[in-house]
């Protein structure tokens, strides 16, 4: 298995270079919101491995609210964030970002504060890595290669059913399988097709998936005596915060709104950049770190691939502490529309929400951390809307394909690598088709 995993380049813009960069953003984008994945800066398509990047100017729209937290209007640097996901490890991947892009990026990384024209790419790449506190990953091991391999399985497999209607009418379950699976492996056989096998899982990293699994109960039964006397004190503190926190319904202006959703919408799949400060105090530092230490464990550890709780339509995602962690930035890559994505969140895991935002300045109040909160949804809605970040390039691997048709192209790949099926998993294998 080829685990995945994330990179994340962070640096202050140059305050008289920004409408530079921006051009520079925008001349990789063949229109609003599309990105020419081609392009001569950092042609996307050169690399294998990615399934999702994107550059974002870290633009808070939402200082002022800040203030209302009860906190001075903060002054933080406008950021650059350059980030994606990918197959195999992080420094291999920033490498080759170098001996591809090298030229690309001295251009656009020249308009930040400390990037002098002698700098060493590799090294200021380095030296600018931010970590996630949290992330997720719909399916680890599937691969960019296995994805376009299967899709292209499926293709075939649909074509020749299509072109052979009259040969497949009538055929049961299990024939239509075995006909089929003959056909693949003529298919493979001649070269139209390839299936890779799957890699051997890197040691090293089996080592810290299995330390990171045992890591989080052991150290929480060790400290046992300590959080036990702790968290009943942080739980009655936070409750009382909560009773008093601001609670405005402040509505996202309308223009910001139209730029945001020129950007959103070419795909299938769609981007979600947001960022919003935490509100002051050490009681919510430590719940918003130890939230998301959980959902860190619980997206690595417990959930179902391809599920995150009940959704099923989200790719990747981050959270990123910033500036000492008095904020948070979000990241994902999602199937539908910002308006599904956010019900499904609501409707589906809505205390996850609460769990993980309710930390924010301007976020709907909380009951005890997990209630009420997104619940009122107006207010939610118009608080996501107003943090959510416009992306200036943003880019996917497999246009077209939903984290669904993975899953789905996954198992009829499965499928077809079975000698027979009994005739209820036949059944359920040909209405994959």
């Known amino acids: 298995m080829t685990p995945q ?27 609003p919101g599309q990105v020419h994945a081609e392009n001569p800066l950092v042609p996307f398509t050169r ?66 504060e400390d990037f002098p024209p002698e700098a060493d790419l590799r090294d ?41 209607k009259i040969a497949f009418a009538g ?35 089996a080592v810290r998936n299995l330390l990171h699994l045992v890591g989080l109960p052991l150290g929480l039964l060790i400290l046992s005596p300590l959080w036990i006397w702790t968290v009943p004190i942080v739980a009655w503190r936070l409750r009382q915060l909560e009773k008093t926190d601001p609670d405005p319904l402040i509505r996202v202006d309308r223009q910001y709104a139209q730029t945001l959703a020129a950007g959103e919408d070419h795909d299938v799949t769609n981007q979600f950049s947001a960022i919003g400060t935490v509100k002051p105090g050490w009681v919510r530092q430590v719940t918003a770190v130890g939230v998301h230490l959980v959902i860190d464990y619980a997206a690595r550890h417990i959930a179902r691939p391809g599920r995150l709780g009940r959704i099923r339509s989200i790719h990747f995602a981050r959270w990123v502490f910033l500036d000492n962690r008095r904020r948070l930035a979000f990241f994902s890559n999602y199937d539908g529309s910002v308006a599904a994505y956010m019900d499904d969140f609501i409707n589906k895991t809505g205390f996850g929400l609460n769990m993980s935002f309710s930390n924010g300045v301007g976020y709907p109040r909380t009951n005890w951390l997990l209630f009420a909160g997104c619940a009122d949804e107006r207010k939610f809605v118009e608080f996501e809307r107003r943090r959510t970040l416009p992306t200036q390039v943003w880019y996917k691997a497999y246009p077209g394909l939903t984290a669904v048709d993975l899953e789905r192209n996954t198992l009829l790949r499965h499928g077809l690598d079975a000698a027979d099926l009994d005739d209820d998993q036949a059944r359920e294998w040909v209405a994959l088709l």
């Open 47 to 112: 690399f294998r491995q990615v399934h999702f990047a994107r550059f974002v100017i870290l633009d808070d729209p939402t200082l002022a609210d800040a203030v209302a937290g009860g906190g001075p209007r903060p002054g933080y640097p406008l950021y650059l964030a350059f980030l994606g996901d990918i197959d195999g490890d992080e420094a291999s991947f920033l490498d080759e970002l170098v001996s591809v892009a090298g030229p690309g990026l001295r251009t656009i990384f020249a308009c930040c």
């Open 5 to 31: 995993s994330g990179f994340m380049i962070l640096a202050s813009i140059a305050g008289p270079r920004e409408a530079e960069l921006r051009a520079l953003l925008e001349s990789m984008n063949q229109a």
């Open 171 to 205: 055929l049961a379950p299990r024939a239509v399988h075995a006909r089929l699976r003959k056909f693949v492996k003529a298919e493979i056989a001649v070269g139209r097709l390839t299936l890779s096998h799957p890699e051997p899982t890197p040691f090293g990293w």
């Open 124 to 164: 200021w790449l380095q030296r600018h890595r931010t970590r996630a506190v949290a992330s997720y990953v719909n399916c680890r091991g599937r691969t960019v290669q296995q994805v376009r391999e299967e899709q292209m399985l499926r293709d075939a497999v649909v074509r020749h059913i299509t072109d052979n």
